[in-house]
């Protein structure tokens, strides 16, 4: 008995240590590789391209501002090319890819990084109109898709890799507006193009990042979202929430601040080993939250999930209040 638990003790140590060794193994001639990434206005996308450029990597930076472009072409090197592009511009969008092909040639696109992303209104459900689910919508989603089959035949040129960045939010609901409906509908966009590209040698990696500080998360301008939504609402709403109810969430947000990671170097790491690992994983988490709390969260029932979420939220006033 006890040579049988040495033996599959060693199987697995040797298990670990070829999965470990297989994630460490890179490609080579990284130089003559284009990456187009997506939101390089700032945030993740604006540090993905600057670490690829310092990497060797041929950049191609969408950003959605003049003013985002110009910062960061300061920053990099003369290999890293800069475009303007509104991915809810259908033909922004085709003007780009087309201009990205005649740019790559016959090297193909070797990474797309789908990386821009809004975050909407966060508010209640019966707050909110079908007006306040469209704009991140459009962004997370259906920009994202149209980027990808644009620029899609470039990357299957290159058999290359296409990097979705998604959000624990594609896992887990944790609030009420279009954001987390946007990121299940990619998770479901992701499987079902890294499914479809395997026949061409097309790597297709999710993302899932925590809570991360970036502007996206700007705890400022989401309050004043919600605020501009409170302002509408009819009095029977008001009165089931209360008027204090916006001042308490955003107390209650503030206490759990140790929650949001710093490092936005986290995911991108992730990024850096789906494009460059000879055995690129199908999904990565980013961040200390992720890792410990949301996704273990997410394999769990529903009404523990339920549980520890609903213990967060601010009590009501009067929620029978009609």
Same mark, same amino acid.
Not at 88 to 96: D, G, H, I
Not at 119 to 148: H, K, Q, S
Not at 311 to 318: D, F, G, M, P, R
């Given at each position: 008995?006890?040579?049988?638990?040495?033996?599959?003790?060693?199987?697995?140590?040797?298990?670990?240590?070829?999965?470990?060794?297989?994630?460490?193994?890179?490609?080579?001639?990284?130089?003559?590789?284009?990456?187009?990434?997506?939101?390089?206005?700032? %945030?993740?996308?604006?540090?993905?391209?600057?670490?690829?450029?310092?990497?060797?990597?041929?950049?191609?930076?969408?950003?959605?501002?003049?003013? %985002?472009?110009?910062?960061?072409?300061?920053?990099?090197?003369?290999?890293?090319?800069?475009?303007?592009?509104?991915?809810?511009?259908?033909?922004?969008?085709?003007?780009?890819?087309?201009?990205?092909?005649?740019?790559?040639?016959?090297?193909?696109?070797?990474?797309?990084?789908?990386?821009?992303?809004?975050?909407?209104?966060?508010?209640?459900?019966?707050?909110?109109?079908? =007006?306040?689910?469209?704009?991140?919508?459009?962004?997370?989603?259906?920009?994202?898709? +149209?980027?990808?089959?644009?620029?899609?035949?470039?990357?299957?040129?290159?058999?290359?890799?296409?990097?979705?960045?998604?959000?624990?939010?594609?896992?887990?609901?944790?609030?009420?507006?279009?954001?987390?409906?946007?990121?299940?509908?990619?998770?479901?966009? =992701? +499987?079902?193009?890294?499914? +479809?590209?395997?026949?061409? %040698?097309?790597?297709?990696?999710?993302?899932?990042?925590?809570?991360?500080?970036?502007?996206?998360? +700007?705890?400022?301008?989401?309050?004043?979202?919600?605020?501009?939504?409170?302002?509408?609402?009819?009095?029977?709403?008001?009165?089931?929430?209360?008027?204090?109810?916006?001042?308490?969430?955003?107390?209650?947000?503030?206490?759990?601040?140790?929650?949001? =990671?710093?490092?936005?170097?986290?995911?991108?790491?992730?990024?850096?080993?789906?494009?460059?690992?000879?055995?690129?994983?199908?999904?990565?988490?980013?961040?200390?939250?992720?890792?410990?709390?949301?996704?273990?969260?997410?394999?769990?029932?529903?009404?523990?999930?339920?549980?520890?979420?609903?213990?967060?939220?601010?009590?009501?006033?009067?929620?029978?209040?009609?």
């Amino acid at each position: 008995m006890l040579l049988l638990l040495f033996w599959v003790s060693a199987l697995l140590v040797l298990c670990a240590f070829l999965w470990n060794y297989k994630g460490q193994l890179k490609i080579a001639d990284i130089t003559d590789k284009y990456v187009f990434i997506t939101g390089c206005d700032t %945030g993740f996308g604006n540090l993905a391209a600057r670490t690829f450029d310092k990497k060797g990597f041929r950049v191609i930076a969408a950003c959605l501002t003049e003013s %985002g472009s110009t910062a960061l072409k300061a920053t990099a090197s003369e290999r890293l090319h800069t475009v303007l592009l509104d991915v809810t511009n259908p033909e922004n969008v085709k003007k780009t890819a087309q201009w990205v092909k005649s740019h790559v040639g016959e090297k193909g696109l070797w990474g797309l990084i789908n990386n821009a992303g809004v975050l909407g209104v966060l508010a209640p459900t019966d707050w909110l109109t079908v =007006n306040d689910y469209r704009e991140p919508i459009e962004v997370n989603l259906f920009g994202l898709i +149209d980027v990808t089959l644009n620029m899609l035949p470039l990357v299957k040129k290159a058999r290359g890799r296409v990097i979705n960045v998604s959000s624990i939010g594609g896992r887990l609901a944790f609030g009420g507006g279009g954001y987390t409906p946007s990121k299940y509908a990619v998770e479901g966009f =992701n +499987d079902s193009l890294r499914r +479809d590209m395997k026949a061409f %040698g097309v790597h297709v990696s999710c993302i899932e990042p925590g809570l991360f500080k970036t502007q996206l998360a +700007d705890p400022i301008k989401t309050t004043e979202k919600k605020l501009a939504v409170w302002k509408h609402l009819s009095p029977d709403i008001k009165q089931q929430y209360g008027e204090g109810y916006i001042e308490k969430s955003l107390h209650k947000l503030k206490s759990n601040t140790s929650f949001v =990671n710093l490092d936005l170097s986290l995911v991108v790491e992730c990024m850096d080993h789906a494009l460059t690992s000879v055995f690129p994983k199908t999904r990565y988490t980013a961040g200390k939250d992720a890792k410990t709390f949301w996704i273990p969260l997410s394999h769990m029932p529903a009404f523990l999930q339920d549980f520890l979420l609903l213990k967060q939220k601010v009590e009501l006033a009067n929620p029978k209040a009609v």
